[in-house]
């Protein structure tokens, strides 16, 4: 993203945008471009991040720190479950990311600057 393309959609007033962050590899991109858009004035409650979360080596640690890292760098983070090619989704990880997909509790985890209490989470194989 250029410091143009921030003016053309200021200019064309667009509501709402939407980023995509699916691989940690994809940091600096996403970092730049919410540099970009905040100091061309676009607000989180326009810039939108979809955050993907429970592939493969993933941590629960690991992902709120994305969506945390999101949030700083200027946007509004969508959470989205990794979901293998059968469409099977790890059941651990879907009660894990119940709160962040909320987005009251979501905004509120965030705006407080606090991690989910791990002390509530149950894995299924610590059963």
Not at 2 to 30: C, G
Not at 31 to 44: F, Q
């Amino acid at each position: 993203m250029k410091a143009w393309h921030v003016d053309l959609l200021r200019e064309a007033k667009t509501q709402r945008m939407y980023f995509a962050y699916d691989n940690p590899s994809d940091w600096k991109e996403i970092l730049n471009a919410g540099k970009l858009l905040r100091d061309g004035g676009i607000s989180k409650n326009k810039a939108k991040c979809y955050v993907l979360a429970g592939f493969d080596n993933d941590t629960f640690e690991d992902a709120e720190k994305r969506f945390h890292d999101t949030w700083e760098a200027g946007f509004t983070p969508y959470i989205m479950q990794y979901m293998d090619d059968d469409g099977n989704r790890d059941p651990d990880w879907h009660r894990f990311l119940a709160d962040w997909k909320h987005p009251r509790r979501r905004a509120k985890m965030l705006d407080e600057g606090r991690l989910t209490n791990k002390t509530d989470f149950i894995c299924s194989d610590s059963n």
